[in-house]
């Protein structure tokens, strides 16, 4: 087990910090669920923290120069590499330390990146960064496609959904592939913490997000984030959106610590995935077939976590 | 006391970055960089330095770390060649206009394709714009001595910018020379420890990178070459500080036998050397050449340039150690052509030349052949507008 977890209580409904990370005044949309969770997972990480940013959709609607809505040091490079540019921040801070030319006070160093800064372009980086064992949080926020650019299909678009490039028509039906599972390539690296989450559940993403700064290496924690913009789904409903994704078992929440999977929420009586679906106008042209199909394929992933949550 | 040894240039090269004691390096290897990255991983290894080595899985990663460690406050150094400074170049763009004063070591190779692991400048000027001070050196010593200048001057408050020192790949980084490796007491006395005007730190929060927008993006990056320019002063003002303490004098452009010189090549880096040579043969036999080398390429000393070529003068042989494809000329004749046309009076005829590439030997011959030609254009005009050296026809 981690140690640093044993004098971890948890955050509740009733003792959030105040703080605001991200202050209000940034240039998300209406209803923004990736503001929402960046919202609550940096209230989870408090002031002691040095933020690296992918560009995206985070990183435009907070830093328009001469505006800002950090509180918190916040540097932004390129798209794909704010494992990396973590790893360098990490690096300076152990060497600066040592020759007593900064604190010895712990900070957290916390990279930030969308679905395609993570899964796509910059997995390399991370990749090279978790293997080298970086003490850091990695945050993905995964709104399913590349929504600063005008909502193209990212490796974790889910399967059927209509983006700009993955349009339904004579010879389609939108995403052809199933989404990449990118916690689970994560895992892969034998790092000691991974999580995923879903604003929904916010007192939930908290923990794992203070989980993941408490552990001493790489943790990553991947965060559902409903996108109303992208989505065709009502801005008033990211919310509902993202309970009903983790009530119909599409995005099963649950943590790897340490190689061992743990469920943080066993639904054992799943809504039909249809539920989800018609919320978004994304979905909206699937046939019988294809809802077939993603009722299957999302039984057996979800099936494959319990199995793995089981297993000592 | 200092003395002087016989040492592998990549190795005296490390060994400046650990007396300069960086905080941060950060490489990946690429033939003919890595005699210096081993050597660093070594001295941080042994204890000679109190560095963190972070071997990245990629040169573009390896410049990402360094701007990552830079801003967070640390002295940092990556070296790269070739595909592997093509692979940085996305990054090699940030810290210039975000004033991080990142020193790096191009170790100059040819880039595919096709692919070659020799020396010539392709690597480079592809990256000429990138908005870091350049300079070029010509031996081992002054690999070294560039080096130390390079924190000198990078991380000086009036300057703040980043900083590339290229070596020839192989023709210098792999041949042993005699090199004074500086103590440590005077190295220390001439780069004062790194203090970033800005840094990340969240006693201090300030945001870096940030979105700019078309009513400021203009002005960031004036702001950007305004710097670039004025570093000069600095640049010059910091290799008069080097003659005072370490007793070797450099300047943004060196002359060779330039009196009375009537033809005269100009060439930057390793090759200098050769042409010096060649130089004192032709003087033997009654030519009045001369040799004008540019140590400073970025920002680009044009009045110093202009200063340099004497009344005399009436051809200049300029010597690229690439193509530019489809152009006119080669990067530094294009440099020199648009220089010359702002000289006041009567500026020489100017001849562009490519040698040495992908790995060509440049030897006293090829240098003979170049004053030749343009000793023959500057009275009969060329039908091509630059020609490569010794191509061979089958």
Redesign the interface.
């Known amino acids: 087990m981690i140690p640093e977890f044993e004098k971890f209580k948890g955050f509740s409904a009733k003792t959030l910090p105040k703080d605001e990370i991200v202050a209000p005044g940034h240039r998300a949309c209406q209803g923004c669920g990736e503001m929402l969770a960046l919202r609550m997972a940096m209230k989870a990480l408090g002031?002691?923290?040095?933020v690296?940013n992918a560009t995206g959709c985070m990183?435009?609607v907070t830093?328009?120069?001469?505006q800002?809505a950090?509180?918190?040091?916040?540097?932004?490079?390129?798209f794909?590499?704010a494992a990396?540019?973590?790893?360098?921040?990490e690096?300076?801070?152990?060497?600066?330390a040592?020759?007593g030319?900064?604190p010895k006070k712990h900070?957290d160093i916390v990279a930030v990146g969308g679905d395609g800064a993570t899964g796509d372009i910059g997995i390399?980086?991370i990749?090279?960064a978790f293997?080298?064992g970086h003490d850091m949080v990695y945050i993905c926020l995964d709104n399913e496609a590349y929504m600063n650019t005008g909502v193209q299909r990212s490796g974790c678009t889910p399967y059927g959904a209509m983006t700009t490039t993955t349009p339904p028509g004579k010879e389609s039906f939108g995403q052809v592939t199933w989404k990449k599972n990118v916690p689970a390539i994560m895992a892969a690296h034998g790092i000691p913490y991974v999580a995923t989450a879903s604003p929904a559940y916010y007192v939930d993403l908290m923990n794992k997000v203070k989980k993941a700064a408490l552990v001493k290496g790489p943790a990553y924690v991947h965060i559902y984030s409903p996108c109303p913009t992208g989505w065709g789904s009502p801005g008033e409903k990211s919310i509902e959106i993202a309970r009903l994704v983790v009530e119909t078992r599409v995005v099963p929440l649950y943590e790897v610590i340490e190689g061992k999977y743990i469920l943080s929420r066993k639904i054992n009586k799943p809504k039909p995935v249809t539920d989800y679906l018609k919320t978004q106008r994304r979905f909206k042209h699937l046939k019988e077939e294809q809802l077939a199909y993603i009722q299957k394929r999302v039984d057996e992933e979800y099936d494959r976590i319990v199995k793995l949550s089981e297993m000592d | 006391m200092s003395k002087r040894v016989g040492v592998e240039v990549s190795i005296a090269v490390a060994d400046a970055v650990k007396l300069a004691r960086a905080?941060?390096i950060?490489a990946y290897p690429i033939t003919p960089q890595t005699h210096i990255v081993e050597h660093l991983s070594d001295v941080v290894a042994n204890g000679e330095l109190?560095?963190?080595y972070?071997?990245?899985?990629?040169e573009?990663?390896a410049m990402?770390?360094?701007?990552?460690?830079?801003?967070?406050?640390?002295r940092?150094f990556t070296s790269s060649s070739s595909q592997g400074l093509s692979l940085m170049s996305?990054?090699l763009y940030?810290p210039g206009p975000m004033r991080l004063p990142v020193v790096m070591v191009v170790a100059n190779r040819a880039l595919a394709a096709p692919i070659s692991i020799w020396n010539d400048h392709n690597d480079i000027m592809v990256q000429r714009d990138i908005g870091w001070i350049q300079t070029f050196a010509e031996n081992g010593q002054e690999a070294v001595d560039l080096l130390l200048h390079a924190y000198r001057v990078a991380e000086d408050p009036k300057v703040s910018l980043p900083f590339i020192v290229n070596i020839d790949g192989f023709t210098l980084s792999h041949v042993i020379e005699p090199i004074i490796l500086p103590d440590q007491e005077d190295v220390d006395a001439y780069i004062p420890?790194f203090k970033p005007h800005v840094k990340?730190?969240?006693k201090?929060?300030?945001?870096?990178?940030?979105?700019?927008?078309p009513e400021?993006y203009t002005e960031?990056k004036v702001a950007h070459e305004m710097a670039l320019r004025a570093s000069k002063k600095v640049i010059i003002q910091g290799w008069k500080e080097f003659a005072g303490k370490f007793g070797r004098q450099y300047n943004p452009i060196e002359t060779y036998r330039m009196d009375d010189a009537e033809t005269v090549l100009v060439t930057m880096g390793s090759i200098s050397e050769t042409a010096m040579t060649a130089i004192d043969a032709m003087r033997d036999e009654g030519q009045k050449v001369g040799l004008l080398r540019i140590r400073l390429w970025r920002p680009f000393p044009g009045p110093e340039f202009r200063k340099a070529i004497g009344k005399t003068v009436k051809t200049l042989a300029v010597i690229d150690r690439t193509i530019s494809t489809g152009a006119s000329c080669g990067p530094v004749s294009a440099e020199l052509r648009s220089i010359l046309y702002k000289m006041p009076g009567r500026a020489p005829k100017i001849f562009g030349f490519v040698a040495g590439l992908g790995g060509r030997d440049v030897t006293v011959d090829t240098f003979r052949e170049i004053v030749d030609k343009a000793n023959l254009y500057a009275k009969k005009r060329p039908t091509d507008l630059y020609e490569v050296i010794g191509v061979r026809e089958k």
């Not at chain 1, 950090?70 to 390129?78: I, N, R, S």
């Not at chain 2, 972070?54 to 990629?58: R, Y």
């Not at chain 2, 201090?204 to 927008?213: D, E, N, R």
């Open positions: 002031k002691d923290i040095i690296a990183e435009i830093s328009p120069f001469p800002t950090w509180t918190v040091p916040w540097l932004h490079v390129a794909e590499n990396t540019v973590a790893s360098g921040i690096a300076a801070r152990k060497v600066l040592r020759k030319k900064i900070i390399q980086w990749s090279g293997e080298r | 905080e941060v950060s109190d560095a963190e972070v071997p990245v899985e990629s573009h990663a990402s770390c360094c701007l990552g460690a830079s801003a967070a406050g640390a940092t996305e990054i940030h420890s990340l730190d969240p201090k929060p300030v945001t870096m990178g940030p979105v700019g927008i400021v960031a």
